[in-house]
Protein backbone atom coordinates (compact mmCIF):
# COMPACT_ATOMS: atom_id res chain seq x y z
CA UNK A 1 0.00 0.00 0.00
CA UNK A 2 1.34 3.54 -0.59
CA UNK A 3 2.82 4.96 2.35
CA UNK A 4 2.61 9.23 2.48
CA UNK A 5 5.06 10.86 4.31
CA UNK A 6 5.15 15.04 5.36
CA UNK A 7 8.45 16.71 5.50
CA UNK A 8 7.95 19.95 6.65
CA UNK A 9 10.02 22.56 5.15
CA UNK A 10 11.57 19.94 2.58
CA UNK A 11 14.59 20.90 1.09
CA UNK A 12 14.69 20.10 -2.65
CA UNK A 13 17.24 18.29 -5.02
CA UNK A 14 19.16 20.75 -7.56
CA UNK A 15 22.29 20.68 -8.26
CA UNK A 16 23.66 24.04 -6.69
CA UNK A 17 21.45 21.58 -3.35
CA UNK A 18 21.89 18.46 -4.21
CA UNK A 19 20.21 17.61 -1.02
CA UNK A 20 19.28 13.85 -0.36
CA UNK A 21 17.09 12.24 2.48
CA UNK A 22 18.37 8.81 3.87
CA UNK A 23 15.67 6.42 3.97
CA UNK A 24 15.31 3.41 6.28
CA UNK A 25 12.17 0.85 5.30
CA UNK A 26 11.86 -1.67 8.24
CA UNK A 27 9.09 -4.62 7.77
CA UNK A 28 7.59 -5.80 10.77
CA UNK A 29 5.65 -9.12 11.50
CA UNK A 30 4.22 -8.46 14.94
CA UNK A 31 6.91 -7.34 16.68
CA UNK A 32 9.85 -8.65 14.92
CA UNK A 33 12.05 -7.34 12.49
CA UNK A 34 11.66 -9.23 9.02
CA UNK A 35 13.42 -7.54 6.36
CA UNK A 36 15.03 -3.60 6.45
CA UNK A 37 16.11 -1.72 3.34
CA UNK A 38 18.04 1.47 3.42
CA UNK A 39 18.12 3.90 0.11
CA UNK A 40 17.79 7.34 -0.53
CA UNK A 41 15.69 9.94 -2.07
CA UNK A 42 15.67 13.55 -3.48
CA UNK A 43 12.44 15.68 -3.67
CA UNK A 44 12.28 17.51 -7.67
CA UNK A 45 10.05 18.30 -9.59
CA UNK A 46 11.50 18.86 -13.71
CA UNK A 47 8.76 19.59 -16.56
CA UNK A 48 8.97 21.75 -19.67
CA UNK A 49 6.88 24.86 -19.81
CA UNK A 50 6.48 27.76 -21.50
CA UNK A 51 8.79 31.00 -20.63
CA UNK A 52 7.09 35.22 -20.31
CA UNK A 53 8.20 35.11 -24.20
CA UNK A 54 6.07 32.05 -24.88
CA UNK A 55 9.50 29.92 -25.50
CA UNK A 56 9.21 26.55 -23.74
CA UNK A 57 12.37 25.45 -21.37
CA UNK A 58 13.20 22.91 -18.69
CA UNK A 59 12.09 23.85 -15.48
CA UNK A 60 13.20 22.35 -12.11
CA UNK A 61 11.43 22.78 -8.88
CA UNK A 62 9.27 25.51 -10.65
CA UNK A 63 12.33 27.49 -11.40
CA UNK A 64 13.92 27.62 -15.36
CA UNK A 65 17.43 26.41 -15.89
CA UNK A 66 19.96 26.85 -18.27
CA UNK A 67 21.61 23.05 -18.94
CA UNK A 68 24.95 23.37 -19.54
CA UNK A 69 27.15 20.04 -19.73
CA UNK A 70 29.33 17.79 -21.87
CA UNK A 71 28.03 14.63 -24.15
CA UNK A 72 29.54 12.11 -22.06
CA UNK A 73 30.63 8.68 -23.94
CA UNK A 74 31.58 7.25 -20.59
CA UNK A 75 35.12 6.32 -22.32
CA UNK A 76 37.94 5.34 -20.32
CA UNK A 77 41.47 4.94 -21.77
CA UNK A 78 42.68 2.54 -19.85
CA UNK A 79 39.48 -0.10 -19.39
CA UNK A 80 37.39 1.67 -22.62
CA UNK A 81 33.81 1.50 -21.89
CA UNK A 82 34.75 0.08 -17.71
CA UNK A 83 35.69 2.77 -15.23
CA UNK A 84 38.77 1.53 -13.24
CA UNK A 85 37.75 2.89 -9.78
CA UNK A 86 34.97 4.25 -8.12
CA UNK A 87 37.43 7.16 -7.13
CA UNK A 88 37.53 7.72 -11.77
CA UNK A 89 33.56 7.80 -11.63
CA UNK A 90 33.60 10.30 -8.87
CA UNK A 91 36.61 12.15 -10.26
CA UNK A 92 34.78 13.07 -13.87
CA UNK A 93 31.44 14.21 -12.08
CA UNK A 94 33.26 16.37 -9.77
CA UNK A 95 35.66 17.69 -12.53
CA UNK A 96 32.60 18.52 -14.71
CA UNK A 97 30.96 20.46 -11.53
CA UNK A 98 34.50 22.52 -11.30
CA UNK A 99 34.14 23.71 -14.71
CA UNK A 100 31.12 24.82 -13.38
CA UNK A 101 28.88 22.64 -15.55
CA UNK A 102 25.41 21.51 -13.97
CA UNK A 103 24.64 18.35 -16.16
CA UNK A 104 25.53 15.81 -18.03
CA UNK A 105 24.28 14.30 -21.15
CA UNK A 106 25.22 9.96 -21.30
CA UNK A 107 25.64 8.97 -25.02
CA UNK A 108 25.95 5.61 -26.00
CA UNK A 109 25.64 3.54 -22.87
CA UNK A 110 23.81 3.22 -19.86
CA UNK A 111 26.40 3.53 -17.01
CA UNK A 112 26.64 1.41 -13.87
CA UNK A 113 24.40 2.05 -11.04
CA UNK A 114 27.15 3.99 -9.31
CA UNK A 115 27.46 6.48 -11.75
CA UNK A 116 24.06 7.70 -11.38
CA UNK A 117 24.39 7.47 -7.10
CA UNK A 118 27.59 10.01 -7.71
CA UNK A 119 25.46 12.32 -9.85
CA UNK A 120 22.78 12.17 -7.54
CA UNK A 121 24.89 12.88 -4.49
CA UNK A 122 27.35 15.91 -6.15
CA UNK A 123 24.62 16.99 -7.96
CA UNK A 124 24.67 16.52 -11.54
CA UNK A 125 21.48 16.51 -13.69
CA UNK A 126 21.73 13.56 -16.32
CA UNK A 127 20.16 13.25 -19.74
CA UNK A 128 20.34 9.69 -20.42
CA UNK A 129 20.26 9.01 -24.08
CA UNK A 130 19.31 5.45 -25.69
CA UNK A 131 21.98 3.70 -26.61
CA UNK A 132 21.46 2.51 -30.21
CA UNK A 133 23.01 0.78 -32.66
CA UNK A 134 20.47 -0.22 -35.35
CA UNK A 135 19.03 3.68 -35.80
CA UNK A 136 18.71 3.50 -39.61
CA UNK A 137 20.37 5.15 -42.43
CA UNK A 138 18.78 8.95 -42.91
CA UNK A 139 20.55 8.94 -46.37
CA UNK A 140 19.20 6.53 -47.41
CA UNK A 141 15.98 6.11 -45.63
CA UNK A 142 16.58 2.70 -44.16
CA UNK A 143 13.84 1.55 -42.22
CA UNK A 144 14.50 0.20 -38.51
CA UNK A 145 12.55 -3.52 -38.44
CA UNK A 146 10.27 -4.73 -37.02
CA UNK A 147 12.03 -6.71 -34.65
CA UNK A 148 15.07 -4.33 -33.89
CA UNK A 149 11.91 -1.61 -33.42
CA UNK A 150 10.58 -4.21 -30.82
CA UNK A 151 13.87 -4.46 -29.62
CA UNK A 152 14.44 -1.06 -28.60
CA UNK A 153 11.24 -0.84 -27.22
CA UNK A 154 11.94 -3.47 -24.56
CA UNK A 155 15.39 -2.24 -23.92
CA UNK A 156 14.52 1.47 -23.75
CA UNK A 157 11.39 0.52 -21.09
CA UNK A 158 14.05 -1.49 -19.52
CA UNK A 159 16.59 1.43 -19.09
CA UNK A 160 14.07 3.62 -17.81
CA UNK A 161 12.73 1.21 -15.38
CA UNK A 162 16.15 0.45 -14.08
CA UNK A 163 16.58 3.85 -13.43
CA UNK A 164 13.95 6.85 -13.65
CA UNK A 165 14.09 7.09 -9.18
CA UNK A 166 17.26 9.01 -9.82
CA UNK A 167 16.63 12.62 -8.66
CA UNK A 168 19.52 13.48 -11.34
CA UNK A 169 17.97 11.61 -14.26
Known amino acids: APVRVRIPSAKLWSPESPHLYD ?3 TLWCGTQVVDRVTSYTGLRSIEVQRD ?3 VRRLYLNGRPMFMFGPLDQGWWPDGLYTAPTDDALRFDIETTRAYGM ?4 KHVKVEPERWYWW ?3 LGVLVFQDMPNADAGDSSRDRRRSDEAAEQ ?3 ELRA ?3 Q ?3 HPSI
Open 23 to 25: LVL
Open 52 to 54: SGG
Open 152 to 154: FER
Open 119 to 121: CDR
Open 163 to 165: RYN
Open 102 to 105: NLIR
Open 159 to 161: MIA
